[in-house]
């Protein structure tokens, strides 16, 4: 199964056999915005800095950007959760990923937390 990791802007990311980095929001994350009913994704070929803002999500209570964990190239969107919001509620970590990124330094992945270090975080959060 592959490494995940995670950012405290509550993105995940899951390098793929393919050298491909698997983007989405945490369960965290969506459990706090609540229903999600829009989503915008960034085009396939954009290049993104890390902690750029590149997506959109909003729910019911408020809209939030979602940020590049990693630099990149964006290699595909997931048009499903475009055209059905609501998935991101059911699969945050799984189906509901936002974006697959070609990394610009694939050893980036580093700088992010693993899974015991992201629940230690969200243990300091008010």
Do not use: C
Request: aromatic residues 8%.
């Amino acid at each position: 199964m592959a490494q995940v990791y995670y950012s405290k802007d509550h993105e995940w990311v899951s390098i793929g056999a393919d050298g491909l980095a698997t983007v989405g929001i945490t369960d965290h994350a969506q459990a706090a915005l609540g229903d999600i009913v829009f989503v915008e994704l960034p085009e396939p070929g954009r290049n993104v800095a890390k902690a750029e803002a590149v997506a959109v999500v909003e729910s019911v209570k408020a809209a939030s950007d979602v940020y590049a964990p990693l630099a990149g190239t964006v290699a595909e969107a997931n048009q499903a959760i475009v055209d059905e919001p609501g998935l991101v509620n059911t699969g945050a970590e799984g189906a509901a990923w936002f974006f697959k990124l070609r990394l610009a330094d694939p050893a980036s992945v580093s700088t992010l937390l693993d899974r015991a270090a992201y629940d230690e975080f969200l243990g300091t959060l008010a």
